[in-house]
């Protein structure tokens, strides 16, 4: 195949490194980012769950904003607009915390959809055990909840890792970065594109695998079915 | 000093400006969608084939379109094709042609969850009445998977219209990129523009994907 003979593989070689760092940084925002995601989202899930008075609303309002821009616009705005009312993020801090603006709601979306999923026949019998708030959500609410929404978690995921492509447009030295400034500064264009490509699929296969894995043995968790 | 920025975007034509950049980004996701819907339902049919060469092709297509970021497939087209054919294509081309087919693939992923979602007793059930395989689709399975399938693409629009905010990374002058014009030049008479320009910006994008997705949403309910 011609493709393949034409690639000038030691360009590949010595910028190898750049990629390595690049891959770095994309998966440590893309790990603080679905971190505080998934605490966001738990804590809004819950509050939607239990309807808490007024922050209810205030989880229902966030979600539909956070759900209804893209994420470029969200970072552009805290890092180019909040600096303007004194606020200066470094662009690390602007990706993770835009990463979980979006994030947070998709999360909170596929665990509240786990909570509600769980039958009032569950609540019932465990307070005729004599269980409290606390324990019941313990023992019983949570550990069937969590295991209904694993599949939506992990999708998140891997849409929240493909989403940190995006924190090139504020400046920050990911795999997108890298790659478009190789092709500026030296046409080898079919060589970066490649190296590109191979970083994700080596970041993303390993996530996507694992969560068909969790999801096919946690679908005997359910109960009743 | 908060309240001088704003009136940035009253100047001359500054938030008509803003509004047309919008336009571009909503133009290449309308004509992707459009263009994905019908390829994506044959996609979708392409993909219930029981042959596994097209189970695989498919199948691989699908799986590439899905695990990459938007952002790459945009560059490969932009960038790639480009030094690889020697096709100079226009970035809103390449735009088009990459949101077109995430779309195609999204959109067959959609359609083939409709299509195996319905029981095999009612195709039977619709032989045994003595129908035709056309009169099967037409009064039969259509009906049903659309049930399913109008909130989902509706759902499909609004992530084609955030994900197209994309283009402004490959060059294309659309929203944000004639907000940082606006800023830049009123950067001495209003320096605290940027907040004001990507404040409305976000708003705008509310604006037109909200009703869309509450839409979606009440349809789904609706339909359950």
Not at chain 1, 42 to 66: D, N, Q, W
Not at chain 1, 169 to 191: P, Q, S
Not at chain 2, 58 to 71: A, D, G, T
Not at chain 2, 75 to 99: K, M, P, Q
Request: aromatic share 12%; proline share 3%.
């Amino acid at each position: 195949m011609g493709f393949w003979n034409q690639l000038n593989t030691e360009f590949m070689a010595r910028y190898l490194p750049w990629y390595v760092d690049a891959a770095k940084l994309t998966v440590t925002i893309a790990f603080w980012g679905i971190l505080f995601s998934l605490a966001v989202g738990l804590v809004c899930s819950v509050i939607r769950y239990y309807r808490v008075p007024v922050l209810h609303r205030i989880v229902a309002v966030y979600i539909e904003l956070s759900r209804n821009t893209p994420l470029l616009v969200q970072l552009f705005f805290l890092y180019f607009g909040l600096p303007k009312l004194g606020i200066v993020l470094s662009a690390e801090s602007c990706a993770i915390i835009g990463l979980t603006f979006l994030g947070g709601s998709y999360m909170a979306e596929s665990l509240r959809s786990g909570l509600e999923s769980i039958e009032k026949s569950q609540i019932e019998s465990a307070q005729s055990l004599g269980m409290g708030q606390m324990l019941m959500m313990k023992e019983v609410i949570f550990p069937q909840a969590l295991a209904i929404s694993v599949p939506g978690v992990c999708a998140n995921m891997i849409f929240l890792i493909k989403e940190t492509s995006v924190v090139s447009g504020i400046a920050l030295a990911d795999l997108m970065y890298v790659t478009k400034d190789l092709i500026g500064l030296y046409y080898e264009t079919d060589e970066a594109l490649l190296m590109l490509v191979i970083a994700y699929l080596i970041i993303l296969l390993p996530v996507s695998i694992l969560a068909s894995i969790l999801e096919r043995r946690l679908r005997y968790a359910g109960f009743g079915n | 000093m908060l309240d001088s920025g704003i009136s940035v975007l009253f100047l001359g034509r500054n938030f008509l400006r803003l509004l047309e950049g919008l336009w571009v980004t909503m133009r290449i996701s309308l004509v992707a969608v459009i263009l994905s819907i019908p390829l994506g339902i044959l996609f979708g049919m392409f993909m219930t084939l029981k042959n596994p060469l097209t189970r695989a092709v498919s199948r691989v297509y699908l799986e590439f379109i899905r695990i990459m970021p938007q952002l790459v497939l945009l560059f490969i087209a932009y960038f790639g094709v480009t030094r690889a054919f020697g096709w100079n294509l226009s970035a809103e081309l390449s735009a088009v042609i990459v949101f077109t087919l995430w779309g195609t693939a999204e959109m067959g992923d959609l359609v083939r969850g409709a299509l195996i979602s319905i029981p095999k007793h009612q195709y039977d059930s619709a032989a045994a009445l003595g129908m035709s395989k056309v009169q099967t689709f037409g009064l039969i399975i259509v009906p049903q998977t659309m049930r399913r399938l109008i909130p989902l693409t509706i759902n499909l629009t609004t992530r084609m219209i955030k994900t197209t905010s994309l283009v402004v990374l490959i060059g294309i002058t659309e929203v944000l990129k004639v907000g940082k014009q606006i800023i830049d030049a009123n950067r001495f008479d209003y320096p605290t523009a940027a907040l004001w320009v990507y404040g409305v910006i976000f708003g705008l994008y509310f604006l037109a994907c909200w009703p869309i997705s509450s839409l979606a949403k009440k349809l789904e309910q609706r339909w359950r």
